[in-house]
């Protein structure tokens, strides 16, 4: 990637994440990842706490892959991406299972 892109990643970077979370939820993607992108089995993966970096983000986005369908900057800005990436990354870790009564009885 030239260092423009790389400059330009950079700055989106610093997304917003409450227009991310609305993002997540306009587009859908909670439907397979879960409302706190927690995942949903085989339908959808993982994604936060510790989302992947921007870039793959990006990526995964841009490019057809199995199920997912491939949302072009016509339909998805680069900015509502990064927005979408600061929601992920404002998601924070649960608990551990040791500090959930209910698990230790």
Known sequence: MPVSG????AAQSQGDPVRGKHLFLAYGC???HGTTAA????????????????????VKL???????????????????IADIFAYLQSIPNGKAAQDIPLLNR
């Open 62 to 80: 841009r490019t057809a892959s199995g199920r997912m369908p491939v949302y072009t900057p016509a339909v998805l800005t680069d900015a509502e």
């Open 30 to 32: 909670y439907q397979c």
């Open 6 to 9: 790389m400059v330009a990643l």
């Open 39 to 58: 995942g949903g089995g085989p339908a959808g993966p993982k994604l936060a706490p510790n989302p992947l970096p921007l870039a793959g983000v990006t």
